[in-house]
């Protein structure tokens, strides 16, 4: 079939993937499924929204070519096409947050109270790690930790982290991490630590940066 207009083709294309991410409840439903394949009730809980606008900001997200989905059994569960979902996640974040001064003023305003640090890299990371030097604590609930996780990570689930603090050893310094670099939980986890005197971190974004960036996961299940 002849394309008279090929240019403006394309770019209507490449508006249906743009007008997808267009929807702050769809971006955290790709946060949600860059830790791993997930069904729209487990979507819906994790979100706090309910199944039917769920569904409808899947079917948005398929049709742009974001999502796949995959049956099992009497089961479909969602997941990202593949790790160029993420880049372009990763993009969007980056581009608002440098031109967007309301980001900048939701950072300073909460993120940096909680941690004004500069956080670990990955590179430092895996390189402490394979000295020993160090702790790495998942503050991820117990599911999205047995997807996968960096290896020799304790998950401590944020809401259990008081509780825990015995388990941990106040004489390493500890990283840790959850789903991504703007992840309340790795915030608060840090500050709750660092308040009971431990030597604490965040790394630098979460386990789904991690594993695109071809280092090893772990998994549990």
């Known amino acids: 079939m002849s394309i008279r207009k090929p240019k403006q083709a394309l770019y209507e294309q490449f508006a249906i993937v743009a007008k997808a991410l267009g929807n702050p409840q769809r971006l955290e439903l ?3 499924l860059a830790q791993g394949a997930r069904s729209v009730d487990l979507l819906a809980t994790k979100a706090g929204l309910p199944i039917a606008n769920v569904s409808q900001h899947l079917q948005t997200l398929r049709r742009a070519g974001l999502v796949q989905a995959e049956r099992e059994g009497k089961f479909v569960n969602y997941r990202l096409t593949d790790d160029t979902v993420l880049s372009l996640f990763a993009s969007v974040r980056s581009v608002a947050e440098r031109h967007l001064a309301e980001v900048d003023r939701i950072v300073q305003g909460y993120f940096e109270t909680r941690d004004s640090m500069e956080p670990v890299t990955r590179e430092t990371l895996a390189a402490r790690m394979r000295d020993g030097l160090v702790t790495v604590i998942d503050v991820r609930p117990p599911d999205e930790f047995a997807l996968g996780h960096v290896p020799g ?19 390493r310094e500890i990283v840790a991490y959850c789903r991504g670099p703007w992840c309340v939980m790795s915030f608060e986890a840090v500050a709750a630590l660092r308040e009971c005197g431990f ?3 965040r790394l630098e974004d979460g386990l789904p940066e991690w594993k695109a960036a071809g280092l090893p996961v772990e998994v549990t299940m």
Do not use: G, K, S
């Open 30 to 32: 790709i946060e949600h």
């Open 153 to 171: 990570a304790i998950n401590v689930p944020l809401a259990d982290l008081q509780a825990r603090l015995p388990e941990i050893d106040p004489d």
């Open 199 to 201: 030597q604490a971190r």
